[in-house]
């Protein structure tokens, strides 16, 4: 026998052990994350990273918990929710280019640079704002009936189209013009995503923004009524909640 294959015979059960350690690992993973604890979460996820490197789905697990774990921060924890946002994005990148097909993986690049846009300047976030938009357009051209990325692109077009004029008009005087943005595609996004997904919360109270961005004030109103009336069964639930409550005032 020769001295690789020995060496292989006595690596291959260490490579078994590490595999079925990283599956139970990633089930305990996905138990923590439906309870939304994404420190949990985050913490197995990393194991699993270490005894299963290189895996896509894993590392795009591990971009997710870093984000979500954002919104357990305080408010003025700028830099702390730059640095996670920083991870997510890095782990998220590592994932697509492993398996570069994957609209899930390609949707949280788009998820990623939305984050990190919060936390940067403006010029920055600008940048990111075209980059969100153009890995969600990837993410729906992999997978056309990928609610989530109808819903990133609609809450991108609804977002964009409401900015003021002035804002506009600086944003392209300095840092350039932003892709056209519409609230009719915002709607027709939002809507295919509560047709895909009619049970997901956020999709319905987008949904209503869009509505209300598109002036369309009755249906505005019916979306946030029906999304409020949901049960929180996601990360951001409870904020879409309140933007949906603060929003209703207005009304």
């Given amino acids: 026998m020769k001295i690789a294959d020995i060496i292989f015979a006595l690596l291959l059960p260490l490579a078994a052990a590490g595999a079925s350690d990283a599956d139970a690992l990633i089930r305990e ?12 979460a985050l913490d197995l996820f ?19 918990q870093y984000s979500d774990s954002i919104v357990d ?13 920083t991870e997510a994005l890095a782990y998220a990148q590592r994932a697509v280019t492993l398996d570069p097909k994957n609209a899930v993986s390609v949707l949280s690049l788009a998820v990623c640079h939305g984050t990190l846009g919060l936390c940067s300047d403006t010029r920055t976030k600008i940048a990111y704002s075209r980059l969100m938009k153009e890995e969600a357009e990837r993410a729906l051209a992999l997978d056309p009936d990928y609610a989530w ?19 506009k008009f600086f944003v392209k005087l300095i840092y350039g013009s932003l892709p056209d943005a519409s609230t009719v595609q915002a709607v027709a996004h939002l809507k295919r995503a509560v047709e895909l997904e009619p049970n997901t919360l956020s999709h319905h109270i987008d949904l209503g923004f869009a509505y209300l961005a598109d002036g369309q004030k009755e249906k505005a109103h019916a979306c946030f009524e029906h999304g409020l009336a949901m049960p929180s069964g996601e990360k951001h639930d409870e904020i879409d909640k309140a933007r949906a409550r603060a929003a209703l005032k207005t009304l």
């Avoid at 993973?29 to 949990?40: N, V």
């Avoid at 990393?46 to 997710?64: V, Y």
């Fill in 149 to 167: 990325a109808h819903h990133l692109l609609g809450r991108w077009h609804y977002e964009v189209a409401s900015l003021g004029g002035t804002t």
């Fill in 46 to 64: 990393l194991q699993a990273d270490a005894a299963k490197p290189n895996d896509a789905f894993i590392l795009q697990k591990i971009a997710r």
């Fill in 73 to 85: 921060l305080p408010a003025d924890a700028i830099a702390e929710k730059k640095r996670r946002a």
């Fill in 29 to 40: 993973g996905l138990a923590a994350e439906q309870h939304l604890d994404s420190a949990k």
